[in-house]
């Protein structure tokens, strides 16, 4: 069964930086477009930004210049670098399959919390 295990939350002050990790356990790593996602608290969930198994990028607007999206198939992760964190970044942050038909069990996320 593929498991999702988010990490790297915390706590950091406006203008900080955070990088938070996804380990997938189980197959198919290697050709999975991966995407990170955040909800905050009484949101619906949303798409921070993907990669594709050749490690092409796209990223949702808010966070476009200040995240970047990285992977490492050796290791069945993949990562979001946060730099220039805004309160508004505030949510936790899960990743998955960024298509729907290949999803998997959400993980428990991890939570970033940007103070002002």
């Known amino acids: 069964q593929v498991r999702l295990v988010e990490s790297g939350g915390g706590l950091v002050q406006a203008g900080g930086s955070l990088r938070l990790s996804c380990a997938v356990f189980g197959s198919m790593f290697s050709v999975r477009t991966m995407g990170w996602y955040r909800q905050a608290p009484g949101k619906q969930r949303d798409f921070v930004g993907g990669?594709?198994?050749?490690?092409?990028?796209n990223y949702a607007d808010s966070v476009k210049g200040r995240f970047t999206i990285s992977r490492d198939n050796a290791k069945n992760t993949v990562y979001l670098q946060m730099n220039s964190l805004k309160p508004e970044d505030t949510a936790v942050y899960y990743c998955?399959?960024?298509?729907?038909?290949?999803?998997?069990?959400w993980g428990q996320g991890t939570q970033v919390t940007v103070s002002s």
């Open positions: 998955n399959d960024a298509r729907e038909t290949f999803r998997i069990s």
């Open positions: 990669i594709t198994s050749s490690g092409g990028t």
